[in-house]
């Protein structure tokens, strides 16, 4: 007792202090944006205030309108591929002064982020819904909720997580030092989707400036309104810490656009579809650069007959439904033990009734629009396909007050059963509000129908045996999986996010996705300089001894042997061998 109570003294005291200085505020500046010509104020002019009526045929205009109500926004140009490249020029300068940055400037950049994002929460989330369509809610939980809780993990761990990290050196290398350096790849390029704009920005730029590069972010033609005014916060904040604004770049354009960003940086980050990811990867060949693909997914919600019926109803539905379905994560399948069948559809119906779709910036509404245009008649075409094939609709939300030129923007929470695998929509992507519910009978055959699926980017797995529950998602071939929860891995900002299959490969978030942001050295040094220098052994100097090769094998056997006797005769050969006169390969020599 008298040896441990000092130390406990001493840690008692340093927890004490830790917690001290958590009560000292840090000295974080506020940035000012303007945000007066993103704010609704009601008094539309007649030119930004009619049903935008969309062109197919314009390609240098990007247009943007909101989603809830058609209402024209304005438009962004779509840049040419000389001026991407101009601009991942600017990125590339900028990041030679970045790339000397110390971290201490890093985490004071995060923190005017975080205050700002805290400090205007509702304007963040105003502007995501305005152009996708979202409820603020939806908003709250799929942008401010996952960017603060990344900037606060890269705030906490971000510096020790790219410091050089010492590995071990093996046997026949006991007299050096190994480490893994990580430095800055140099311009990193995001083509990002619409779905949570303001996150699906800061998600990239976070990772890439924390570890000292630039990048240039492509955001969606759907969302590139929002994506514009969500720049202006990253450069006020850059400028405040004294970094070159063009250190972050976001552009609008379409395909032309996006290919020469993959042309122009060092590393593409994709997130999207499948069909799109593959271009992106033929592009990204000519000039051999890495490529991180998350191209979304059709997760598995696995119900065992053990759980909490009410409770877990709730979780499901707010897995399918939040933000009207449009999550890369979103829950699409849903397999339910036959024994609470039954129940857990009559909760998840009387759940969804109760649902309702609208404006979300208009009235008190559950649900918001459909983002993109026509996507509604390709749920429907889904939700006809299970129809013909035998699948019921059991339960239907409604859709509240909406504008003539936005009807077609809205699609009403559904429930389906007596759904199977032969149904295009236990198969596809399909990005909305629908809930098939099917049954299954033991863990073996839902772990079947889970892993039925060309993709494979997340499950859900609930059971009141916590040991059942993450028996089944280890089985399930996925890259992300929540036990007796939904999503929460994403909240969890160490853990990398990814997928298999047509969900595409490599990760973002977490350390993994960090240290993808950077070139990774490896580097070995002599540990005792200059005392103990590296030398090669007289046998295999040149020109080599006639002993060479069974100097080799003395050695090999030395250092790797299993046997420790076998070991030690070895390595008294090896020295004997050093101990004897250097005899080169005399026959190798031809007298002329």
Known sequence: MAFWWPLVVIALAVAICKFLLMLIPFNVPSIDVDASDVLDDGNHTKENSFIYIPSRRQTDKVQCYEPATMKYLGYFPALKPDEVKDRVAQARKAQKVWAKSSFKQRRQFLRILLKYIVEHQALICEVSSRDTGKTMIDASLGEIMTTCEKITWLLSEGEKWLKPEYRSCGRSMLHKSAKVEFHPLGVIGAIVSWNYPFHNIFNPMLAAVFSGNGIVIKVSEHASWSGCFYLRIIQAALSAVGAPENLVEVITGFAETGEALVSSVDKIIFVGSPGVGKMIMRNAADTLIPVTLELGGKDAFIVCEDVDVPHVAQVAVR????????????????????????????????????????????????????????????????????????????????????????????????????????????????????????????DEEAVKL??????????????????????????????????????????????????????????????????????????????????????????????????????????????????????????????????EPNASKNHRKKSH
């Not at 609470?340 to 009235?363: D, N, W």
């Not at 040094?525 to 295999?540: A, H, M």
Request: glycine residues 10%; aromatic residues 10%.
């Open 450 to 579: 889970a892993n039925d699926s060309k993709y494979g980017l997340g499950c859900a797995v609930f059971s009141g045996s916590q040991r059942r529950a993450r028996n089944i998602a280890s089985q399930v071939h996925c890259g992300v999986a929540a036990v007796n929860d939904f999503a929460s891995n994403y909240m969890c900002q160490s853990l990398p996010f990814g997928g298999v299959k047509d969900s595409g490969f490599a990760r973002f978030a977490g350390i993994e996705g960090l240290r993808a942001c950077c070139l990774v050295k490896s580097v070995v040094e002599d540990r005792w300089w200059p005392l103990v220098k590296t030398k090669i052994p007289k046998p295999i100097q040149y020109p080599i001894s006639e002993n060479a090769f069974e100097f080799q094998e003395s050695l090999v056997e030395a250092l790797y042997g299993l046997n420790i006797w076998d070991r030690l005769r070895a390595l008294l050969d090896v020295l004997k061998t050093l101990s």
């Open 319 to 442: 897995g399918a439904l939040q933000s009207s379905g449009q999550n890369c994560a979103g829950a699409e399948r849903f397999y339910v033990h036959k024994d609470v069948y039954t129940p857990f559809v009559a909760e998840v119906v009387k759940i969804v009734k109760s649902v309702t779709a609208g404006p979300p910036l208009v009235g008190k509404y559950d649900m918001g629009a459909i983002c993109m245009q026509e996507h509604s008649e390709k749920l429907q075409n889904l939700v006809n396909d299970a129809l013909d094939k035998g699948a019921e609709i059991v339960g239907r939300g409604s859709v509240g007050n909406i504008g003539e030129g936005a009807v077609d923007q809205y699609f009403p929470p559904t429930v389906l059963v007596n759904v199977n695998h032969t149904m295009k929509l236990m198969q596809e992507e399909a990005f909305g509000p629908i809930m098939p519910i099917m049954k299954f009978s033991t």
